[in-house]
């Protein structure tokens, strides 16, 4: 199947390395044809367009117009489009670009960060930074089905959807009977007890995002900050984290004594948009309303 | 005429050629991408640059980890513990090895008319397969935290690390060989690096003993009459001035030639590579250049390999006798401060990080030196050098060329000249 198979590597804005995951893993590199079969990958010497392709990976988000019509031109070629990594879909660590406004600086920028699919359909939807061998393991299944099956049939998305504290290891006995006794900062860890990271007053965005990564920070030590994108219904990964967050911070001593400590407490998140929005700022209701106030996006 | 997409960068340059009777009049490499991430990170909790500064070039992600794990360590006051060191020079040495392979492989070779892709990617199965196994994903590490590490491999895990390791460094030292002997019998090759070039200085990390230093010794910088000058850190972003034309920005040295970081520099600073099969490939290619400094950045090629033979020596030493592994992760004993520094010779080149931060720990400003910013000046004067070449094929491939070999990520192109040594 994967004989004269044409594919190609876009890389928008970001970091663009893990795309070399895609013909490293052998079962999707077997169906794609590896190598062999790549066609366009400008950083890595492939820089002629090729007229059609088969498989297209786009990691990267969308700052400039020239993305714009890049992106647009090679959907048109392109059978299947897989947007490839949280950059592509959420922003990822590019989309804290968007707390800038480039466009000020050269009209070649876009107003604000997009994503992929702000600008064009993609026919899978890969998270993760970079994703994850098991979620390149079901891309596989899901491209080889696409392939051998004609057109596809409308968007899927790779990976597991729900949270990640349903299935983490260090989930709290009772989840309805815990408390965070405080809000400490990240380097403020240094005795890590191996209990739920909110029962030791540290930010995990757990609760908010999705489990596709197989809890590969929380098993090595660290807190989720949320690389993987939301999890299913959330709609704004800090707005929800803070939401979640609110109900189980100084729970008992809430009753005493609850405005002092808790604004107290909350004053402690000096980085909001680094500690909650590091991977999805420009999906988020935030700069979204942002935007509104500065009339981008309005006819 | 005008190259976008441009070799080994992509889209977010454009190399300019400018044109006179059928000969080049000016070559300029253009940057049309820039990620003003100066302005991004100004405002952010101090703890979190770590996981942030990496965006800057996932080629190099581990040494941007690295180095902005130590900016923090520096503002806090906190020393890292030993199994700490050891597992971020373990990391830095795996990228180092990704870094030249890849950039041979996939970015300066294919223009040569050499083709090891195939092979590159089996190398970089291995690299990315031990990576895997220390930080859970291949980029964006993230067990390194100010003082320590959050995590350590199990004994299982260590010897899963080290038969990869194994396997890493056989396929290695063959491939090494194989493509030496083959550029040896290239004849666009050989005419290459006989090409006279400019004079450079040459910065770097160097050990103890002369090794290369990484993340450990003294900034070296080697001047092009071959005089040697030891730089503090402080002393060295002092001297650096910024120039900008349109979205590019480079570093030079007040009042000195432009100044080349990464293999070919460290080529020329390095004693040696103390380790077996890395130093019998440093002989050879002294004997090919007859002598040092080398100028002449075709010979990055052959630096390259050298220095990832050498780093897969020493991956396979540091996982075969893991003693150091022992002992405290983390150590959380500070005095925290409102400056700190950092540098790390990394596969790319220098990368130097210097924050300042306010009382609760929020950065208020900061500078981030790449590799691009050292080497965008040279790769200016490498591209003049064409001029009044005829303008066709050999020239456009000998510019990309030079390009590859910079190894520019010039979306990394932007920095902010505020921050110097002062503090
Ligand atoms: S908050 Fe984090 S540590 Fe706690 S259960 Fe959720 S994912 Fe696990
Ligand atoms: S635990 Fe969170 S930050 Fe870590 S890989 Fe998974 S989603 Fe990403």
Redesign the interface.
């Known amino acids: 199947m994967s004989e004269g198979l044409s594919i190609g590597f876009l890389?928008l804005?970001?970091?663009?390395?893990?795309l070399?995951?895609v013909?490293?893993h052998e079962k999707l590199s077997g169906i794609l044809g590896g190598?062999g079969s790549v066609k366009y990958w400008?950083?890595?010497?492939y820089?002629e367009e090729p007229d059609s392709l088969d498989v297209l990976f786009v990691s990267g988000a969308v700052?400039?117009r020239?993305?714009v019509e890049?992106l647009k031109k090679l959907r048109d070629k392109t059978r299947v489009l897989v947007a490839y990594g949280t950059c592509s879909i959420y922003g990822?660590?590019?989309g804290?670009?968007a707390?800038?406004d480039?466009s000020s600086?050269?009209g070649?920028f876009l107003e604000t960060v997009k994503t992929v699919p702000d600008i064009v359909e993609p026919d899978i939807l890969v998270t993760g930074?970079?994703p994850?061998?098991d979620q390149l393991d079901e891309l596989a299944g899901v491209i080889k089905d696409y392939l051998e099956n004609g057109k596809p049939r409308g968007k899927v998305f790779i990976g597991n959807r729900n949270s990640l504290c349903r299935d983490c290891p260090r989930k709290p006995r009772d989840p309805y009977r815990f408390e965070m006794p405080s809000i400490k900062?990240?380097?403020e860890l240094?005795?890590?007890d191996g209990r739920c990271f909110l029962e030791q007053g540290i930010l995990c965005l757990g609760p908010v995002t999705s489990s596709g990564?197989g809890h590969?920070?929380i098993?090595?030590?660290?807190p989720c900050?949320g690389?993987n994108g939301p999890a299913r219904g959330v709609v704004d990964q800090g707005l929800n984290y803070i939401s979640s967050i609110g109900s189980i911070l100084l729970k008992s001593m809430e009753r005493i004594r609850m405005f002092d400590y808790f604004a107290a407490e909350m004053d402690k998140l000096?980085?909001p948009?680094?500690?909650l929005y590091?991977y999805t700022l420009p999906k988020s209701l935030l700069t979204e309303l942002a935007l509104k106030k500065r009339g981008v996006g309005e006819k | 005429m005008i190259i976008n997409p441009v070799p080994g960068i992509g889209e977010d340059a454009r190399l300019v050629i400018g044109e006179e009777d059928g000969r080049v009049k000016s070559v300029r490499l253009e940057a049309v991408n820039k990620l003003f991430i100066e302005e991004v990170l100004r405002g952010r909790a101090l703890e979190l640059l770590p996981s942030i500064t990496p965006v800057f070039c996932s080629s190099d992600s581990w040494s941007y980890t690295v180095a902005s794990v130590m900016a923090v360590e520096d503002v806090l006051g906190r020393k890292p513990t030993i199994p700490a060191l050891g597992l971020r020079r373990l990391g830095l040495l795996l990228e180092i090895i990704e870094n030249h392979v890849r950039n041979n492989a996939f970015k300066t070779l294919p223009l040569l008319g050499v083709d090891v892709r195939g092979e590159a990617l089996r190398i970089l199965g291995y690299t990315i397969r031990i990576k895997e196994l220390l930080s859970g994903r291949s980029i964006n590490p993230i067990i390194y935290v100010p003082g320590g590490v959050s995590w350590r491999p199990d004994d299982k895990l260590i010897g899963e690390m080290a038969d990869y390791a194994r396997r890493l460094l056989e396929k290695i030292t063959v491939h090494s060989k194989k493509l030496i002997s083959n550029l040896k019998n290239n004849e666009f090759y050989n005419k290459l690096i006989k090409q006279e070039f400019n004079p450079t200085s040459y910065i770097g990390v160097i050990g103890r003993n002369g090794e290369p230093g990484i993340i450990n010794g003294e900034i070296a910088l080697l001047k092009p009459g071959g005089e040697v000058v030891k730089l503090e850190l402080k002393d060295l972003l002092d001297k650096l001035s910024v120039s900008s034309e349109g979205l590019s920005y480079w570093v030079e040295l007040s009042g000195d030639e432009p100044v080349r970081s990464g293999p070919l520099a460290r080529l020329n600073i390095v004693h040696g590579y103390p380790s077996e099969n890395a130093s019998s490939i440093y002989e050879e290619i002294l004997l090919i250049a007859g002598g040092k400094p080398v100028h002449n950045p075709f010979y990055t090629v052959l630096a390259r390999i050298a220095e990832s033979v050498y780093a897969a020596e020493l991956v396979y030493e540091s996982l075969s006798d893991t003693d150091w592994l022992s002992g405290s992760l983390v150590n959380p004993k500070e005095s925290p401060g409102k400056t700190g520094y950092s540098v790390v010779d990394s596969g790319r080149g220098l990368i130097i990080h210097s924050y300042v931060v306010d009382g609760k720990l929020v950065v208020r400003d900061l500078s981030i030196y790449t590799p691009s910013h050292f080497n965008y000046a040279a790769l200016r004067r490498d591209l003049s050098l064409l001029t009044g070449r005829v303008l066709g094929d050999e020239t456009v491939r000998l510019a990309e060329a030079l390009i590859t070999l910079s190894d520019l990520c010039v979306s990394e192109l932007t920095i902010n000249p505020v921050v110097k040594g002062e503090g």
């Open positions: 890389e804005t970001g970091c663009s390395t893990c070399e995951n013909l490293l190598l400008p950083s890595h010497g820089t700052r400039s020239g993305q890049k990822g660590l590019i804290l670009t707390l800038i480039a600086r050269s070649e930074c970079p994850t061998r900062r990240d380097h240094v005795e890590d990564c590969l920070c098993l090595r030590g660290r900050m690389c000096v980085d948009m680094g500690y590091r």
